[in-house]
């Protein structure tokens, strides 16, 4: 089973691909409209408005959460 | 082409037992810190329970650091994969709830040294522990939304709902001794949580 490169989500299904390509190391929930993956600065933003949402963290403790999340992740390993 | 098939064995043999020994210290980490607390844990006591040379421990786990993050996300490996596998398949509220709680039990020790110690643990450890309320929350919160949709749960913000249930399990687990004294709280109160804040969220209109 892949596991997604920018966030680690399981993929399994077809749906869990975005626009169903299921050659893509990426999911659904990182990819733009168009497929193509989000840049580290847009999957930053979107994963610490998903904290704040679900959480309730504030703002820039979420931030510094999702960063630290992220360098854990096979695609952002080489950020900052 | 034998002696090739035989270095192939062989690798395959240390890479296996390589393994076999990670395992093994990852579990024997996991029964020290729930017995002696994360923070008071030294590598040593962790090498002496697994019975490893403390040199052996150190090339698996370059750090103290790593070795705690290493365990924590053991741990929330298999209770992420288990939200995973019951929100795939549809699960309400009620039983992913009942999973989390599962999860919990199965390891209830550790856990409770990793909630109330928290804040005293280095920073890879700490952020593998928000990745884990992160999944939580995730599948938590797409249960509630789906359950608003359908008029069960009343309208409200996810964060608070998904605060509430922590905020409610994480006091009587950092107090167990007074509300378990048998040192087993999900066990003898996981049920009678769960029902009380199902019945704070429930009953609702879409």
Not at chain 1, 47 to 73: H, N
Not at chain 2, 90 to 100: K, P, W
Not at chain 2, 108 to 123: I, K
Not at chain 2, 167 to 195: C, K, M, Q, T, V
Request: hydrophobic share 40%.
């Amino acid at each position: 089973m892949k596991l997604c490169i920018a966030c680690g989500m399981p993929m399994e299904r077809r749906e869990d691909y975005p626009l169903g390509d299921e050659t893509k190391d990426y999911c659904l929930h990182c990819a733009r409209p168009d497929g193509s993956m989000q840049s580290y600065a847009e999957k930053v933003e979107s994963l610490s408005a998903f904290v704040v949402r679900t959480q309730g963290l504030d703002p820039a403790a979420a931030r510094k959460a999702a960063e630290g999340m992220m360098k854990r992740l096979p695609a952002w390993k080489e950020k900052p | 082409m034998l002696s090739e098939q035989i270095v192939i064995k062989k690798e395959s043999q240390r890479s296996l037992q390589k393994e076999d020994t990670r395992r093994r210290i990852l579990d024997k980490a996991a029964t020290v810190f729930s017995e002696r607390g994360i923070v008071e844990t030294r590598s040593s006591m962790v090498a002496r329970a697994a019975g490893v040379a403390h040199g052996t421990l150190f090339l698996h786990f370059t750090t103290q650091e790593a070795l705690i993050t290493a365990v924590i996300e053991d741990f929330g490996d298999g209770m992420c994969r288990r939200l995973h596998d019951l929100s795939r398949r549809g699960d309400g509220i009620h039983a992913l709830l009942e999973a989390h709680l599962q999860a919990i039990a199965e390891r209830e020790d550790f856990y409770v040294r990793l909630v109330t110690e928290a804040s005293m643990l280095p920073e890879a450890a700490r952020t593998s522990l928000v990745m884990i309320q992160s999944t939580v929350s995730f599948h938590i919160t797409r249960a509630a939304e789906a359950g608003m949709d359908a008029g069960r749960i009343r309208r409200q913000p996810v964060h608070m709902l998904f605060n509430t249930w922590i905020g409610l399990l994480h006091h009587y687990l950092a107090n167990r001794e007074l509300f378990a004294p048998n040192g087993r709280l999900i066990g003898s109160r996981g049920a009678e949580l769960l029902e009380y804040f199902l019945s704070l969220i429930e009953g609702g209109s879409r």
